[in-house]
């Protein structure tokens, strides 16, 4: 199965830290300090498997987090110190915290009076883009940076083993849509097994997939990028930057732009 991996993120303001996606960033983590909260189960999650429980601390309040976040901002302001990004990211999926909308509101404000020039990015799996005020908050952010990791349902269930049956490929490239031009597609390309079955979105299948899908969504940008960290699962392998190179040629083959990490 893999190693007993758990949360990374023990409060609801975090860092700064370098991302390679996004430079120096200052990460807001809207689920328990003590546990993980995801509509995802991803089998090379950072911040281990939804089975070691929502922990004891609950989801942080709204208030708190925008104190946590002024007082961080106020004291790296006052340091002189450089800020790129505000990342929503954390133990799970941010979009499921029922304040979500005016969490980020708070950032916005906060952000504009200390950091005027830093982004704010969210870091969403895409399973509550239906849910229209969760869809009106991301478009409000800077980088709306949405999850698309497979185009073939039977590689994204064994992948990113959404809690939800409902939740499928079809949907979600059709919600996805709503944000053409605007939201970003980040998409994990890996290979390796899980539970003695290969799992593997690397194959010219799954690519020309994905790169049909990405036609029909027009993002502004899409990501793709491999493992970094230790994974929950250990029987999953990095790909290196040159085949992610000559995916991303697919990609722009047909029109659009890529970043690679």
Request: glycine residues 8%.
């Amino acid at each position: 199965m893999g190693k007993d991996q758990t949360v990374l993120f023990h409060s609801s303001v975090f860092g700064p830290i370098h991302s390679r996606r996004l430079g120096t960033s200052l990460g807001i983590n809207l689920m328990p300090d003590d546990g993980k909260v995801c509509s995802f189960d991803c089998l090379y999650c950072e911040a281990g498997y939804n089975a070691q429980g929502g922990g004891t601390t609950g989801l942080p309040t709204r208030e708190g987090v925008a104190a946590q976040l002024e007082a961080k901002l106020a004291d790296m302001a006052a340091k002189g110190e450089n800020l790129d990004v505000i990342t929503f990211s954390g133990n799970g999926e941010p979009t499921l915290h029922p304040d979500f909308d005016g969490v980020v509101d708070d950032t916005l404000r906060l952000r504009d009076r200390y950091f005027p020039q830093a982004k704010v990015s969210v870091l969403t799996n895409s399973t509550r883009i239906g849910d229209e005020r969760v869809a009106r908050t991301l478009d409000r952010v800077d980088n709306n940076i949405l999850k698309l990791d497979s185009a073939v349902e039977a590689t994204m269930r064994a992948l990113d083993r959404p809690v939800s049956k409902e939740f499928t490929v079809e949907r979600v490239v059709e919600q996805l849509k709503r944000f053409s031009g605007t939201g970003i597609i980040q998409t994990m390309i890996l290979r390796g097994e899980h539970d003695g079955k290969t799992v593997d979105n690397t194959t010219p299948e799954e690519i020309e997939a994905l790169v049909k899908a990405y036609k029909e969504i027009k993002p502004r940008e899409v990501m793709i990028y491999s493992i970094d960290r230790s994974t929950p699962e250990e029987k999953l392998q990095k790909v290196g930057r040159e085949e992610l190179e000559t995916i991303a040629d697919k990609v722009r083959e047909a029109g659009i732009a890529v970043q690679v990490n």
